[in-house]
């Protein structure tokens, strides 16, 4: 049986089971007989949960389910459940995502009738984008007990659900579309029939008793993924043709990182710390399952007197990092090439054409000779002086709290490691504190487009020209909102895995199911989702730990996984650097801890 795990309270432990992830499930099976009863109030919903308003908004005065004349009245979900008005179709179920990173297989909807069957080469060439859900009646009672409520109404059924979001999914080049509740379950948990009753039980369920009618429920199938010697080298300038290569070796954030005994495990930094009081070392926080294994009998506070090296990029991050080197070396021979070609064909020609093409050929070859110059000393540094681990090493891991999942009032996911980083990787030279690298995948234009998505954005958010942004502050607690309390917030990140991205962040929180050594523990996560379809997924397998920041430059939490049918993730989960800072707070190693670490 799993050993308790452990939530930390100031300097005391309070047992409690925790979770993990990426171990198989059991086979479970819906059961049909569970539906009529599955949202019928129990006595925890009379304390627990306040009534819904008439306008479908939670009762800020509190109150209890009894106010209401009866449950019957209440939640019908004890009448017979008619045969369901669609049943999705395997051809549907296959494309209905399209336009999704992941593209999961849809199950059921309770639209009445949302396609007809594709056929043809051609059928299914509308695409789908996820939205943030905004305002809306579902957003003033989600994290007021109508979420939980699907939770434990799932859970009575015997549905097999890893994660509840509420978002809209429009079809592409559409202003905006329904409110979606998106609930993904494990491959094969239920067939589309089942799909169908579920999914309407649901609808029922919030349509009776928070009197919300403009919505749909979606079941999908997919999972949660936690996805899991030298100094660091000087920043260069954006004309620096090894600008982009060095970036995994430079101390900005976004550091692919591994534990040196578990090179496999990869995952990526998150932001710097600082203990406070007289503490003069500077940290690194990451999500703990990077750096330790998801051991069911090792849940417990990590504070070992043995030295727990940490490395730059594990072994295939690696070996992936130095062929991405190797294929800038054969584009800049190519350039070379080309560039003599050009040269050649003009040879001996005085008219003006051919006069201004060959200067410009001579200057393409010159910056493509410099640049073949540059990386090949990058490379040769690199494959002798990092390849081992032992030099790859820039810290140990000092502090780590269990693991655990929570959907209790103020709680997130706990997935929390601290790196104690080594003296001498950080100087003045290459250190920059907790500044974000954003590169060269985005163009100024591209990358400011996206921020204005959010019209508020501009005024604060300004394109640094050597590409770095330095984050100040955190995102506050409530409402994780944008500066003027618009329900959308710009997001981005730098990950090992997908580098630099740009998500909108949602104004209600998701909700997540896994299951361990016989239970299932359920967790609140801060859910982003990317700025449209042409973004890609925000976050892959290999990006969990890295900071997610703000366009206003303040760090908004730490990535620990993402839902998907793939490695790419349809909605990616963040833990809030407000409840971070509690919980470090709380420990007696980091109560003075700060995100302003200078060097000493």
Known sequence: MFRAGVVPVGDKYKYKIGRWVGLKNPTTTMDPSKVVVAFQATDEDETLYPPPSPTGTASPSGGTFSDLSSITERVTMSDPIPPPPFVVTKALSKVYYKGLPSKPPLIATTKPSPFKDPTGPEAYSVLKELRELGVHPLA???????????????????VNWTSIDAVRIVEVGESSGPAIVWIGVEFGALSFEEGSIVAQSCHKFINSHYHIHDFHVEIRESRVMRQAGNRFFDPVPLSDP????????????????????????????????????????????????????????????????MREDVIVLGTSDFNEKLAAIDYDIRGQESAITDAQERIESVEGQADPGSVTERQEAEQDLRKAENGLEGLKALRHEIATRW???????????????????????????????????????????????????????????????????????????????????????????????????????????????????????????SYTRNYFAGQYQESREWPVIPTDRHSGAFSAKGDCGSCVADVFQRIGGILTGGSGATESSDVTYVTPISFIMKILHDSKRFQYAHLNPDLA
């Open 140 to 158: 003033t009672v989600w994290d007021h007990g109508l979420a939980e409520r699907l939770c434990r109404g799932l859970n009575k059924m015997r």
């Open 242 to 305: 090894t600008f982009t290569a060095r970036d995994p070796y430079t101390a900005t954030l976004g550091i692919p990182i591994s534990a040196k005994d578990r090179p496999w495990a990869e995952g990526t930094g998150g932001f710097y710390l600082s203990a406070g009081g007289g503490d003069k070392d500077i940290y690194l926080v990451t999500a703990r399952h990077v750096v330790l294994p998801l051991d069911k009998n090792d849940n417990k506070p990590y504070d070992s007197k």
């Open 387 to 509: 390849r081992e681990k032992e030099k790859r090493v820039f810290g140990e891991l000092v502090w780590a709290p269990p693991i655990v999942l929570s959907t209790e009032p103020g709680q997130f996911t706990l997935d929390l490691a601290v790196i104690r980083i080594d003296a001498g990787k950080l100087d003045a030279n290459n250190y920059r504190g907790n500044t974000i690298n954003i590169g060269t995948k985005y163009t100024r234009q591209e990358f400011m487009d996206k921020v204005y998505l959010n019209p508020t954005n501009p005024t604060s958010f300004k394109f640094p020209v050597n590409r770095l942004v330095t984050l100040r502050n955190q995102v506050p607690e409530s409402p994780l909102l944008d500066a003027d309390s618009e329900p959308c917030l710009i997001v981005f990140k730098n990950g090992a895995k997908t580098g630099t991205t740009i998500g909108k962040a949602s104004n209600v929180s």
